[in-house]
């Protein structure tokens, strides 16, 4: 039956800078310093190598279970760098570059992962948020604070992280209806690494698209090759500028893959094929990267070989320090602490039971 | 002094708290333009304008996790759920992060937020208008649940409440808004969160009740001093939790009877908590067994039934004088 | 920057048949009976007064709170009408007009609205789920019923109603994206009646038209003029022949008005401009009907006036009714049926309490 | 007999009753392809189809308020929430309707649903993994709760629920999945819900516990009859609601003495009840007060200090032995 359209003005784009081979659409190349570029790379592949290094602890029975990053770095190193450090940034569980690059501590996550919760740690003047487990809960979060800045007049924005299966949470939908509504400074970074756990992205939802979701909020979405550092670098560069500028939020979809395991818990070979992970090899964000750095000449093969050794032993002096530090820690009458500001007689008598329970061992 | 209804003294204690400090806001669904609706934000939006007395669209768990949020960026948001009944929509919110962020961050984030929410029965309501669900706040670690029993006590809890460095869940009791007045200073007034008050005194034995069960309390023991000579201490909770027992554990050494009173679910429900800390604490003191007179473990029915639900002074007298009698 | 633009075979439609002084789009008219028309004006009309005696009722102090539906009569009959009677209908708390249509007795609703619980009582072969108050919630029932239909490969559908303030709730979201991923035979009927309390639909959402928040789980959306019957028909139509035929979920966003209260315990005076109202009094649903029907001769001035006696003594035949009918009811004790399919020990010895305590009253 | 572990256990209910009634199906977070996180539901996707086995979208307030829509429609859905601490995400639905669709349409519809989940700690897992908040369910009047300890039981409670034509919430305690094999019965067998059971006989002292801490109860039981002479009773409650009163008042009538075991907080937690129960029915028979041994009214910590909150064979013979003393 003929109806009258309604025009939406609305468009989705997709963004690719650097193809899988490194391949530059020059006209499209984004103006980073060269200094930039180099401390991009060497966090790129510092976090590849710590990511590897933990999944060894694991297995040896040292760590409990974490969320390896492995093919994520360029959709999150990209985003992240184009922050300032007073803006804030909103992880999910599985950010561990973007982490790193703001500076939450190798160690602390490691001692997170071993069990231990002080490794949780917020430092005094930091702005990024500890992990957040239950998925896309921490969207509501990311645009309360960005709520906050606009309420206080302040210039900061924020960024939250989170994947491609928690856009199925309602809190994601409510989340990005707060931030159409009220035009917060809050820059969603979909990390859609095509599997959430065992489902895979199609089965997440029916639309084209992830970015197209924008739209139900009258916000702007894009869709980036997450596999190219250069790509997500200008779409989050653009997005964090509109923020600033009191345009609002932006929505924007990295198209990457999770190369290893959902967590050390998982085992992918039960529902997916090994031929996808190696296609999806072929398009690994750090080796683009390293020849776009190559032909730019901020980047030789030695330069690579030294930079590895210099990770390794960065590594091996954070496991060492690591090791120190458990063995301080583990009394258990810590568990009642920060629990409120100031603790109430029934958290102090039962702190006492604790403290009688232990030296009686 | 004014005498004021709980509406009127709960929105006063939200504006003098707004013109003080800055930083608290209000937020939820209709507490802007409508002034909320039972009124308790009235006048708000015009004092201080719609960044800061925030009509959010129609979601629950955003109400919650957004203040959350502003939280975490200095703010101290008092949030109001429309009905407790509803608040469930937030409750993965309140529990996995208000009440946790402080521990998570390790000390670095304090979520100092209200969330408002009328409670309980007596307003002929819908279904999901009537409930009375405190236990699920208060068996969540992390969270302070904090329901007042009349005007004078909503307003100066609530001010603590706000200045409470921890999440605090404020439950109002809706059949008291407009049930009573009570003269409220127009002056500062706080009460301590976690603190209760014997509102009675007595030798005989000891209710322990909060909220809107407060007033049929008082008066099921004002009916037992005159028709059976019985002295009946009476305590007020207030906080919920963190629970003080103190007060209760004195009152019933003293009188070795205590009856609890609430409109919650009996089974599993608040009083439960009461019973075994007195078991714990003052066994050797009870001299019977300890009465709940309360709401049936049954959804609360439309208002028909709902007086048949909610303890009354009869079924209040009627535990008192089982309890007096063993 | 330039991007390449992602085609995504989308585009939202508005829906007017007959506009507001009632002449009609001859091309764009449904083929309905004569029959069907007029019961589905008498419809309207009954539920109108109806509505309005309740508001009476209520005033008066003989009823508790209840939600009016004035003005939204054409956007409930002229979806509802296209069911078959195995079809299942799921409202929301405003559908009063749907839900007579579907054979709920007025009477049951008057014990609801008066505190008798015995009110939304389910007939043993009606297949209309009872009102549901917390806002959004049922859309997930809806699709659980759809998608246990289409497992049992029965032919039904289900059509859900809700209004525009629920299109925030995650539950919202979370529902269309089950009826995306799994193309259940669901219509989502959204009331758009421009107000949620003293929300006004665009502080609800910056997005342009709730239809378009279909496009976010890639399911078809249209607008229709909701105070045109036959325009919501004609799209209700189509969504449930698609739904029946396997093609999945439609939504539907009526454009329509509360001309009323939002419920008898508000004042919209606080919050909303009398002009406007006035405005759309002027698009009322039924006048331009009428008119439709009239120049169909399907109707007259005479027809009216009978009809309008006749509906005022059945009504009245329902007070009366109610009013014996509360008489018999309001057994304290039977608060304690349908807990449980079999009474649980403990609700046994409470309900024994509460008759003994009815005993010595 | 077949020995299993209660992986195996609850895997062997739900194909046969898939098997045996073509309206039962399994929803949830990659229980299809996956089998589910801790592959108890390997192999029905082979077995019975996407259709039956269905892989839902990330989202748990969906999960359960579809399985409410296809109850409605006659089907008979085991969902599963994949770990008890993102349950909340759906304690709406559960609440204000799968709880109350019965009362509501006065009768006319069963929400015939299980919701099953893993909780409790014990895996070395990150936060919200380990949380035991059983009583949010408990205290909710309309939904049955059930917390099997062991294979056998697991499999025979998680029949009967499935059968059971109101919503049941079945909490796994993850720490026992393979923590132990039983003999498992190939043909069918049930268990009441609504009912415990007395697991070790005694007369000296009774303990009530259910779920992991079944185990470690047992152990202490054992200890206290080598070291002390004391002849413990055991109870494993198997329900937690509609608690099962009889068996334990029964018990403490004989023993005098009582110690509840749980993982859960202590405040406002499952024992406060039994104690209400408890002193409410058998107040003259109590020789000593009953003691609670339970985890602590803080978020559960991240696993290096897990076991000092969970409560173990020391820390139950320690209550135990102050309640004897006593
Ligand atoms: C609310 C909630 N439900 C379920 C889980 C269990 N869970 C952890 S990660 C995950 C999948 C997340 O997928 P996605 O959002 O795509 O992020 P990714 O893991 O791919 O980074 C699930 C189901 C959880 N942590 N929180
Ligand atoms: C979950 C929930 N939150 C809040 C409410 C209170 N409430 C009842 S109706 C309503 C507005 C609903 O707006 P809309 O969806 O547009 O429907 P309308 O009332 O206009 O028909 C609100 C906030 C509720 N019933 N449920
Ligand atoms: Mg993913
Ligand atoms: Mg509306």
Redesign the pocket.
């Known amino acids: 039956m003929p109806k009258k359209e309604i025009d939406l003005e609305y468009k989705i784009e997709h963004l690719s800078i650097l193809n899988q081979d490194g391949e530059l659409d020059s006209e499209l190349e984004p103006d980073i310093s060269d200094d930039l570029l180099i401390r991009m790379h060497r966090m790129m592949l510092l976090t590849r190598r710590f990511d590897e290094r933990m999944l060894n602890l694991q297995r040896q029975g040292k760590m409990g279970t974490f969320a390896p990053i492995k093919g994520q770095e360029a959709s999150q190193i990209g985003a992240v760098v184009v922050l300032e450090d007073e803006d804030w940034m909103v992880p999910s569980f599985r950010e561990m570059a973007a982490e790193v690059w703001r500076g939450k501590e190798m160690v602390d996550m490691l001692l997170v992962f071993a069990g231990f919760n002080e490794g949780s740690r917020v430092p005094e003047k930091s702005r990024t948020l500890p992990v957040c487990i239950p998925v896309a809960s921490q969207l509501l979060h990311a645009v309360g604070i960005a709520y906050a800045i606009k309420y206080k007049q302040e210039k900061n924005v924020v960024m939250v992280f989170h994947g491609d299966g928690a856009t199925s949470e309602g809190d994601f939908h409510e989340s990005l209806n707060f931030a159409g509504v009220f035009q917060t400074p809050c820059v969603f970074v979909c990390q859609n690494n095509q599997w959430a756990i065992s489902i895979p992205r199609s089965k997440q939802t029916r639309s084209k698209t992830l970015a197209q979701k924008a739209l139900a909020y009258g916000l702007p979405g894009v869709q980036v090759d997450g596999n190219d550092v250069l790509a997500v670098y200008s779409a989050a560069k653009e997005a964090v500028e509109r923020a600033r500028s009191g345009k609002g939020s932006t929505f924007i979809e990295c198209v990457t893959y999770r190369m290893s395991v959902h967590t050390t818990a998982d085992d992918p070979s039960v529902y997916r094929d090994d031929d996808e992970v190696k296609q999806w090899e072929a398009r690994d964000p750090i080796s683009r990267f390293q020849k776009y750095l190559k032909d730019k000449e901020l980047l030789s093969e030695d330069d690579i070989e030294k930079l590895e050794e210099e990770i390794k032993s960065e590594i091996k002096g954070v496991i060492k320090d690591w090791e120190d530090k458990m063995k301080k820690m583990g009394d258990p009458a810590d568990m009642f602490e920060f629990q409120y500001a100031e603790m109430p007689p029934h958290l102090v008598s039962q702190k006492e039971e604790v403290e009688k329970n232990k030296a009686n061992r | 002094m004014k005498k004021m209804t709980m509406v009127e003294a709960i929105n006063l204690a939200l504006k003098q708290e707004m013109e003080k400090d800055e930083d608290v806001l209000v937020l939820g669904?209709?507490v802007g333009m409508d002034g909320g609706v039972f009124r308790v934000t009235k006048g708000l939006l015009d004092a201080y304008g719609e960044d800061r007395v925030i009509d959010t669209p129609?979601a629950?768990s955003m109400i919650a996790g957004v203040s959350i949020g502003m939280a975490i960026h200095g703010l101290k948001p008092v949030c109001e759920i429309?009905?407790s009944g509803?608040s469930y929509?937030s409750f993965h919110q309140m529990e996995a992060h208000a009440a946790r962020y402080r521990g998570r961050s390790h000390g670095r984030f304090s979520i100092q937020m209200v969330l408002r929410c009328p409670y309980g029965g007596g307003v002929r309501a819908l279904e999901h208008h009537s409930e009375s669900r405190e236990v699920y706040y208060a068996h969540t670690p992390g969270l302070k649940m904090v329901i007042p029993s009349g005007p004078r006590k909503a307003r100066a809890l609530l001010v603590s409440a706000i200045r409470d460095p921890d999440p605090v869940i404020f439950y109002e009791p809706k059949a008291v808004y407009r049930a009573f007045r009570e003269e409220v200073p127009e002056d500062e007034e706080t009460f301590p969160i976690g603190q209760s008050e014997v509102v009675r005194e007595g030798k005989d034995l000891t209710f322990i009740t909060y909220g809107a069960m407060l007033k049929p309390t008082i008066d099921a023991a004002e009916t037992l001093k005159e028709e059976d000579g019985v002295e009946a201490e009476v305590i007020d909770l207030l906080t919920i939790s963190p629970l003080d027992d103190e007060k209760f554990t004195e009152s019933v050494q003293k009188t070795g009877r205590a009856v609890i009173v609430h409109e919650a679910h009996r089974s599993f429900g608040p009083g439960a908590e009461m019973i075994a800390r007195l078991v714990e604490k003052s066994f050797l003191y009870l001299e019977a067994p300890i009465c709940r007179v309360t709401g049936y473990d049954v959804v609360i029915p439309l208002y028909q039934r709902e007086k048949d639900y909610i303890p009354d002074v009869k079924r209040i007298l009627k535990g008192a004088r089982e309890t007096l009698d063993f």
């Open positions: 669904e209709d129609l629950e429309q009905f509803f929509f």
